[in-house]
């Protein structure tokens, strides 16, 4: 019988109406999938055990902490113990934050944002570069040159000089030149790849930063700070958590550690871009389905004229 009044209700619906109706019903939807693909991916520990997922994080060493005389005072409320002179990091707080960093992540890259990678140190170093190449964003593993953020002029200023320099060398020109100004050249070149190689493809200023060790790259925080940029962190037991806007309290000294969350950091950055590419999928056939509407409302309107 409900069916039977539903189906009548929407025979009664005039085209207009309906074409309405149909654009709120698919919105709708689209929140409802969105928030389903959103927490079906993140959750890591969906076809495990909870005990399970700690004993991941163990296994990758999450839990170490650097010296007690180190440790932020900042830092305290994320220790649980000690252990031969060394603070152990709470897991079940690194679980907490690491999902709501997640959530965050996707979405932002859902919106769109422009993201960079930072970690100079040699455990993070090679896999942020991975990371922001499956995500399809920028790094920065070498070395932060000081006023990469807050002098951005001089920066774009240097990956412009670094695209022409580049431009020369293919170009019969850089042949042409004497051997000084060519090995003057050329050293320049390698200076500027090896430092601005991951932002040479950049376009408009990155508006969120993220990094994985907070103490070594602290010019990078404290600028991100002074600009406002969304900051989202790894937090050691000698950081401090008060310079990011997202943290994640674990070690960032194991390489294994850095790879774990950065792993869950490219999921969730992907898992925003696949929702956005949705989203712009169905705004054209709602473009269409529009026009269709329009259409056939012109057409009845020519019939009963």
């Known amino acids: 019988m409900n069916m039977k009044k539903i189906n ?9 109406k309906s074409s309405k109706v149909i654009i709120t019903l698919r919105k709708k939807m689209i929140n409802d999938l969105s928030n389903i693909i959103i927490e079906k991916i993140l959750k890591f ?4 055990n909870k005990i399970d997922v ?6 990758r060493g999450m839990h170490y902490g650097h010296n007690i005389v180190k440790c932020h005072p900042e830092m305290k409320r994320f220790t649980k113990t000690e252990s031969n002179n060394k603070n152990l990091i709470n897991l079940i707080q690194t679980k907490y934050y690491l999902k709501k960093c997640l959530w965050a992540l996707s979405n932002l890259s859902y919106k769109q944002k422009n993201i960079l990678f930072v970690g100079t140190t040699i455990p993070s170093s090679r896999f942020i570069g991975t990371a922001a190449i499956k995500t399809r964003s920028f790094f920065v593993n070498v070395r932060w040159l000081g006023g990469m953020l807050t002098n951005w002029k001089t920066i ?12 020369e060398q293919k170009s019969k020109i850089f042949k042409n030149l004497p051997k000084k100004q060519a090995a003057a050249r050329q050293k320049e070149r390698l200076r500027l790849e090896k430092y601005l190689k991951g932002i040479a493809l950049i376009q408009k200023f990155p508006e969120i930063v993220i990094m994985t060790s907070q103490k070594r790259d602290i010019s990078a925080a404290l600028e991100c700070q002074k600009l406002g940029i969304t900051n989202f962190s790894i937090v050691d037991t000698d950081c401090d958590p008060r310079l990011a806007d997202y943290i994640i309290p674990a070690n960032d000294d194991s390489a294994s550690s850095i790879k774990f969350i950065l792993y869950y950091y490219s999921k969730a950055i992907r898992t925003g871009l696949i929702l956005y590419n949705m989203r712009e999928r169905l705004k054209k056939q709602f473009k269409i389905s529009k026009v269709f509407n329009e259409q056939l409302n012109a057409k009845n309107a020519r019939k009963n004229y």
């Open 45 to 48: 520990d969906n076809n495990a």
């Open 156 to 167: 774009k200023k240097l990956i412009l000089k670094l695209h022409n320099l580049q431009k």
């Open 8 to 16: 009548n209700d929407l025979n009664n619906i005039s085209p207009i």
């Open 54 to 59: 700690y004993k991941k994080m163990l296994k």
